[in-house]
T-cell receptor, first 119, second 113 residues
């Protein structure tokens, strides 16, 4: 199946700094990427939908100025956590949808996740 | 809005025994239903999906799931578990049109020897 990578896999930063997480589709073009947040022992919560070349659509309650999403190319989306605080510590997961013609609902592939710890 | 409930937080099963994970959903129309498995250090992997048609669907790794509209359920089963099946399992419902997924809280499966 298709591969989605995330970088870094783990990051520790100081409170007040910004952190960028990359999500790449390695062998397909991702017209849509999704960003999720997962708390320990909890479900994945969709944060935003990112479409290549357009602004991201954020879910209710997600601060768009804190979580900046850029989908500049068909293989790369980035999530920047700005002015990070300890409560932003979490596991961030991206998924990418193969938008090729004929692809159905199930063509969404997940990255391995990024563990963010804010001190 | 759709929602997904996985009533069992943690299940322990002996290797070789059968496994059933429960999933109930709330959705106004015919749902797109999925089961994913998450292993440490790896991304979510799709086990199987239901869109329409035969209500018993077969997936990878020997898993199957049955869609029961009357019970709003999509339970996952495996006849004989292997130690490698120890992982976190998520049920999800998909929203038609924008491909968003709503996930249940997950069930942790522990396999004992």
């Amino acid at each position: 199946g298709a591969v989605v990578s995330q970088h870094p896999s783990r990051v520790i930063c100081k409170s007040g700094t910004s952190v960028k997480i990359e999500c790449r589709s390695l062998d397909f073009q991702a017209t849509t990427m999704f960003w999720y947040r997962q708390f320990p022992k909890q479900s994945l919560m969709l944060m935003a939908t990112s479409n290549e070349g357009s602004k991201a659509t954020y879910e209710q309650g997600v601060e768009k100025d804190k979580f900046l999403i850029n989908h500049a190319s068909l293989t790369l989306s980035t999530l920047t956590v700005t002015s990070a605080h300890p409560e932003d510590s979490s596991f961030y997961i991206c998924s990418a949808r193969d938008g090729s013609p004929g692809q159905g609902f199930d063509e969404q592939f997940f990255g391995p996740g990024t563990r963010l710890t804010v001190l | 809005a759709q929602s997904v409930t996985q009533p069992d937080i943690h299940i322990t099963v002996s290797e070789g025994a059968s496994l059933e994970l429960r999933c109930n959903y709330s959705y106004g129309a015919t749902p797109y239903l999925f089961w994913y498995v998450q292993s440490p250090g790896q991304g979510l992997q799709l086990l199987l999906k239901y869109f329409s048609g035969d209500t018993l669907v077969q997936g990878i790794k020997g898993f199957e799931a049955e869609f029961k509209r009357s019970q709003s359920s999509f339970n996952l089963r495996k006849p004989s578990v292997h130690w490698s099946d120890a992982a976190e399992y998520f049920c999800a419902v998909g929203e038609v049109g924008d491909y968003k997924l709503s996930f249940g809280a997950g069930t942790t499966v522990t396999v004992r020897a």
